[in-house]
């Protein structure tokens, strides 16, 4: 047992009184889920498992409910990620004022790929879509803090002013480890009802659906072929669905067998 698990109990005795203070304020408590998971991520660097369990019997929501409704966040982080967590935007105005070049300069400077993070926990690294600020491409976010007008020739720049303390951007916590990586898999495959894999273990992050990525040809199949069992409505709609993606796959690595 890390000593992050083993001293929970202690931050949600802290976190107590700021916890009955969010839920006051709605109607309904589980309405309070949102920034009860901000709070206790801005403590933990994440939200732990441990934080979701308080969080269901605080609210008298289940596991089921808080987790799927973490999970649906991209700004909450169900692992340890880095100190500074780097999210370049990909958007159409950045993209076409060079976030592709951008991008690669900071792959190649970090030595890691999208959704991964530093051996030395200190960055984690993000491609994401439109950040909103399409005035001033190519723009980023260093743990929400917003930079513009970036350049291949100022990746450095930036990462020399986050490792020597000048960036004016205050670390986030971290109470545990990171891995490599804090994109987390279901335990079942796609077959099973997995999520759709996204920015992971495709030919590239930014063109994900193509070669490569069963998810990017089962959707096609569902387009062309406008499998019925596919369109079918029930309350085992995700038991039937996955029996139809299974029938996908097999059919296509018998394909590529063929070959």
């Not at 006051?24 to 934080?51: D, I, N, T």
């Not at 409910?65 to 909450?76: A, K, R």
Request: aromatic letters at 6%; hydrophobic letters at 40%; proline letters at 5%.
């Amino acid at each position: 047992m890390s000593d992050r698990v083993r001293n929970f109990p202690l931050l949600a005795a802290e976190l107590m009184p700021q916890c009955e203070a969010l839920a006051a304020q709605y109607e309904e408590r589980r309405s309070a889920l949102l920034p009860l998971m901000h709070l206790f991520q801005s403590r933990e660097g994440f939200v732990s498992p441990e934080a979701m369990r308080f969080a269901a019997g605080f609210l008298d929501l289940t596991p089921a409910v808080v987790e799927s409704t973490v999970s649906f966040y991209t700004l909450f982080y169900r692992k340890p990620v880095g100190r500074y967590v780097l999210q370049v935007c990909r958007g159409l105005s950045c993209t076409l004022g060079g976030a592709e070049d951008v991008m690669a300069a900071f792959r190649e400077k970090l030595g890691i790929g999208n959704l991964q993070t530093t051996d030395d926990g200190l960055f984690s690294y993000e491609e994401v879509e439109c950040l909103a600020s399409c005035d001033r491409p190519t723009c980023m976010q260093v743990n929400l803090e917003f930079l513009y007008d970036l350049t291949p020739q100022t990746v450095d720049g930036v990462l020399a002013a986050i490792r020597g303390g000048t960036s004016g951007v205050a670390p986030l916590p971290q109470t545990e480890r990171p891995g490599k990586t804090w994109a987390v898999r279901q335990d079942t495959e796609v077959s099973e009802g997995e999520k759709m894999p996204g920015d992971t273990g495709v030919p590239d992050p930014n063109n994900a659906g193509g070669l490569g990525d069963r998810t990017g040809l089962i959707a096609l199949d569902r387009i062309v072929n406008d499998d019925a069992a596919l369109l079918g409505r029930s309350r085992e709609r995700t038991v039937r669905d996955a029996s139809a993606i299974d029938a996908v796959i097999r059919e296509e690595d018998r394909a590529h067998a063929g070959h």
